[in-house]
């Protein structure tokens, strides 16, 4: 770096996080300059179809260009933000930064659940930082707080809400009584969800997410695929009443837990029932909340805004002004840990919760004894039957809580209540979270 307090920007996507970062940069420079002693710049913006993306506002000097390696590799560039998402060009590109000696900051969960590893191992080869605050929960400082503040306690489990879109659904669900379709398609209309929603309602977005937060909070190599993930789009209007009935109300979680004392880790997005008087009950629309939770100091937990372009822009400049500060030199080792231990997966009979079973029949003679019969051949023990009034007796909802029971027990019950032959949807089962 030619200045340790002047740091020129190279840009690598101008959209709704890109655009956000570069107004933030020009509203904030006077402030970090005055306060801080640091003179940061937006030299250079790379996107395709640049031509339909030159802005006058985002001043004078600025290179635009559909040329991205020409700003990885810019000798005018001091630090790289890649801010396109997805896995190419931004690994390539990320790559080409990290090599020509350039620290690079990013959101970008998706590229850094899947190759994180590799580019914080060439970060540290070229010893050159990697900022990734921005990837998980928007504005949240969660994965500062991990490799800082927590680095001082033996972690035992992060969780949280990590799909801003799937929580605005759910929470406008439970307020409205109106169906998934629906709210999805108001979601879509105030930019809340995507075009194609997939990745956020069918818990992909927070599978990523989460293997990133149990990386950095276990120090081990959690792939994204150990993730159990279950989305949000089987939920219906009456999920909501019979959640109010348990003083319940349904959350997606993304919940990764240390299990037994060799390090098994169980790692699951899913929806639970969390009780009304929680923490996590009070996070609506869609703001995220994490909590960590260690041997020794307990469980602490952070809440804000996890997406839109202004709160994810803070925290790639959070990293920026770190990187500035430290004269680009790393610190602290991007992911947390200096070595990654082995991941060694959780047996699902060491998950054990209560649980609700939602169940649709047509209705008939015998259905509750043969539910019954399958759960207690499982050795599964009922709590209570839960029915409203229901007018519609060929799609008639009621719930069975259970006791505490094993993943591996509830996965092979579930396995015979489905092949039952009265049901008008399939059966889902909710964990009971407190
Ligand atoms: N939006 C959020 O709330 C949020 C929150 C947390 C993290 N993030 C992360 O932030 C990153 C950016 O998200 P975003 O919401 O800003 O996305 P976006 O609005 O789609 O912006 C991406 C930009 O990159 C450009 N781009 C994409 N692929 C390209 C390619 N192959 N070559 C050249 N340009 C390309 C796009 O150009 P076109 O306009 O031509 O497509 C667009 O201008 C992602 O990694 C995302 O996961 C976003």
Redesign the pocket.
Known sequence: MTNPNRLRIGLL??????QAFTRLVLKERGRLLRDHALDLEVVAI????ID??RAGWAGEGVRFT?D?ASVATDPGVDLVVE????LE?ARSLQTAALSAGKPVV??????FAHHGEELAALAREKGVSLGLE??VA?GIPILRALRESFAADTLTSVSGILNGTSNFILTTMEATGRSYADVLAEAQRLGYAEADPASDVEGNDAAYKLALLARMAFGTSVPVSAVRCSGITHLLPCDFEYARMLERTPRQLAVARRVGVDGALALSVSTHLVSQRSLLAKIEGPFNAVAVEGETGGTFVLSGR????GP?ATAVLSDVIEIARSGARPGVPPLGVHAFAPFTAASPAASVSAVALRFVVKDAPGIIASISRILAENEINIDAVFQTRGEDKAALPFVVTLEPVAGDGLARALEALAALPFHQKPPVAFPLTD
């Open positions: 996507g101008f959209g709704t996080v890109g790379g996107n395709r179809r339909e993306k559909d991205l801010l396109l998402g997805g060009p990013t959101a970008n969960k998706m590229l921005a990837a928007g996890g997406a839109g372009g994810t």
